[in-house]
């Protein structure tokens, strides 16, 4: 399949893996880009740009396909050393960044100075816009459904990607609640040039998290994820767990008097503990509403590879055949050509 998305980034498939604290490591971003997608290392998951580059070098020993990094630009008061964050993307020989959190204005002269090709990710389409006019390449757009920060508008994909491709003349992918064909075509559809997955790549073979997050995945569903911290304008979607109920409760009882100080147990170093250590409960991490259709635990390879056949067989047969009369929709008869299992008879 060709679109923008795969001309721009020169990857097989228009399917990203965006970048995940303490997921991205170089295990996953390899499988993904040697599956033919857009692999990505989280960047600040490297706690020093020293760490990043030998990263960057280990991913690069695992797979000879373009891969990207990402670069969350936090609220923090402690500032992360971004420029040199970006120097040792550059010198690592990386040419594709996802940046995501602030606007990456203040960097991007050093990002095209340094020849990279910039995704910004954000969550609405003014925020979208601006990310075109200051000269990133492309955006990925993460609707409400998202695992992480779904921004304050609250606007659904189903929303949101129409709109952006009225407004943008950028390519753009679809981000959140992406986790199969049906999602590839509707995203298509849609507007978009690709999806962009977090919450669906954390369940794969690859993924170098313990198998405790892997299982969560599997048992929960779609309605098993909470926002937090919404007081605080800083929304992030998580799974819920016994800390995340704690977390509600403090969030109801000081109203609008929260600080982050008053959540700061159920926030803050639990990543680590979640996915290295498995301990579920450990605090919030996020996860998106896609955790509904996660049933499996396949290798990058075959979700990747099932996703693109199946995303063919739903556009030849189903949607032609629906369009022709001559696929086995509701009501056509005779058994037809379509070979998509979940919406057989
Ligand atoms: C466990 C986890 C950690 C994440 N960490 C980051 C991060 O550090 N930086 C970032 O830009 N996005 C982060 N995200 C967001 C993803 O890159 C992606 O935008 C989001 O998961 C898409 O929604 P989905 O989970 O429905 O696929 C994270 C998502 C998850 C599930």
Same mark, same amino acid.
């Given at each position: 399949?060709?679109t923008r998305i795969t001309e721009l980034f020169g990857i097989q498939h228009p399917i990203v893996q ?151 003349? !950028?390519?753009?992918?679809?981000? &959140?609640?992406?986790?199969? *064909?049906?999602?590839?075509?509707? %995203?298509? #559809?849609? /507007? ?122 739903? !556009?030849?047969?189903?949607?032609? &055949?629906?369009?022709?009369? *001559?696929?086995?929709?509701?009501? %056509?008869? #005779?058994? /037809? ?9």
């Amino acid at each position: 399949m060709r679109t923008r998305i795969t001309e721009l980034f020169g990857i097989q498939h228009p399917i990203v893996q965006g970048g995940m604290h303490f997921v991205g490591f170089a295990e996953l971003a390899s499988a993904v880009s040697n599956a033919g997608g857009l692999g990505i290392i989280t960047g600040l998951t490297q706690r020093t740009p020293e760490l990043l580059a030998a990263e960057i070098a280990r991913c690069r020993d695992m797979t000879d396909k373009p891969f990207g990094v990402n670069l969350t630009f936090l609220p923090s008061f402690s500032e992360p050393p971004y420029a040199e964050y970006i120097q040792a993307i550059a010198e690592g020989g990386v040419t594709i960044v996802e940046t995501a959190g602030r606007s990456p204005e203040q960097y991007m002269p050093a990002l095209k100075q340094a020849g990279i090709t910039v995704i910004h990710k954000c969550t609405s389409v003014r925020h979208a816009l601006k990310a075109e006019r200051i000269g990133c390449d492309a955006v990925s757009v993460d609707g409400f459904e998202c695992g992480g920060h779904p921004g304050e508008d609250d606007v659904p994909n189903m929303i949101l990607l129409p709109r952006a491709a009225e407004a943008l003349s !950028i390519p753009f992918v679809a981000s &959140g609640g992406m986790a199969d *064909a049906r999602s590839l075509v509707a %995203a298509l #559809a849609l /507007g978009a040039e690709g999806i962009n997955m977090g919450t669906r790549f954390i369940a794969t073979q690859e993924a170098p998290v313990h198998e405790n997050v892997k299982q969560a995945l599997l048992d929960a569903d779609e309605s098993d994820t909470r926002l937090i911290m919404r007081p605080l304008r800083n929304t992030e979607r998580v799974l819920n767990n016994a800390n995340v109920t704690r977390l509600l409760e403090i969030e109801r009882e000081k109203g609008e008097d929260l600080t982050i100080d008053d959540v700061f147990d159920q926030v803050a170093g639990v990543y680590p503990k979640v996915m290295l250590h498995g301990e579920m409960d450990a605090g919030a991490w996020s996860c998106g509403m896609v955790v509904g259709l996660i049933h499996d635990i396949p290798t990058v390879d075959e979700l990747i590879g099932r996703i693109m056949s199946e995303a063919e067989d739903l !556009i030849d047969s189903r949607l032609v &055949g629906m369009r022709t009369g *001559a696929g086995r929709g509701r009501g %056509a008869g #005779a058994p /037809g050509p379509v070979r998509w299992p979940a919406w057989g008879p």
